[in-house]
């Protein structure tokens, strides 16, 4: 086992570990040797910013990431080990604290900003649990690339459909949506409805939050949002079979048998998590997507009916488990009954192509049994 250091970004300190070569693999503000970029990744130990990271790395990028523990942090580059030289760690433990990002962004070597982190759970017993967080992180990190880091030329905001969509109009059959729309949510409403309200508010409130900021302040970088819908597809950040993201979680109560009926569908649209990397990836290295929002949205529909009969095709082994519903029928509302959408911005900007839903399935499938499978040897090794 390597030797352990105590080493400070700033002054969050983070236990480090030392590899032969004698060089920092988390905490230290390095002088990193081969730069395309360098990059502050936060809520980096997330489902999606977990693929966030690997794209960014992949590109070449320099990635200082942001976790809410020292553990995630490791674990975060266990599973990037071969990217050690690109990657550091920094510990916030509460976004919405004041100058949560200060120290992390005062030595101004960052030359963009990727926001990922705010809270995503609808079993809401106090509305500020997700509407605090939400909006004083976004605002807490603005404020500190204005005040701290002119050396940043862009940040780029992970929001959500949940921004845009307009519940009151349910189906709204013959609305396209776009970039223009956004959900009138208020804030009574917000402290006063269920989960899935408060989610969308605290979504709609960071983003609004955001946008008012840049016409206010006039910082001297450009704001990129993303908006994606429901996100699913392959795990790899660190989870158990407990503990599985809520996307995920869709997929394994199909395979684990609680999904003893094909429940209704609701909204068709989704994303898969890789294009939705790939997304954040180019909103960075493409000047003309500066100052827009994307609706990071497939081409295609989905329904609880696609997932079981998929599968139930590729997945024989748990055929027992997987319900079979009325195969081949898909999403039962027919365009005509149901909102439309339009992600044309994000393939002319972006440059986009999205995956289908059967790929994004399988692989999201496989990624769940691998897990099991591997917690399945852990348990029989002990």
Known sequence: MPPRAKVELGSLPLTACFPESGTFILGEIKDIRKAMGRVLLTGASGFIAAHCLQAYLEAGHNVRITVRSEEKGKQVYERNEKYSDQLEAALVEDIAAEGAYDEILADNTMDAVVHTASPFFTNVTDPQELLKPAVQGTLNLLNAVHKLAPNVKRVIITSSFAAMINPK?????????NEEDWN????E???????ITVYRASKTFAERAAWKFMEEKKPSFDLVVLNPPMVYGPIINFQTIRSLNSSSQRFWKFLNGEMKEIEPSSSP????????????????????????????????WYSNQDIADIFRKNYPMFLDKIPEGS???????????????DNSRSKNILGMTYRSFETCAVDAGRSIIELLGAEIIGGMME
Do not use: C
């Open 327 to 341: 195969p081949g029928k898909g999403f039962d509302a027919k365009p005509e009954t149901i909102y439309a959408h």
């Open 189 to 195: 409403e917000a402290l006063t409805g269920d989960g």
């Open 169 to 177: 109009q349910g189906n709204w059959p013959g609305h396209v949506y």
């Open 269 to 300: 649209l989704w994303v898969d998590v890789r294009d939705l990397a790939m997304a954040h990836l180019r909103a960075y290295e493409r000047p003309e997507a500066g100052g827009k929002r994307f609706f990071i949205v497939s081409d295609e």
């Open 184 to 187: 009138p949510v208020t804030e």
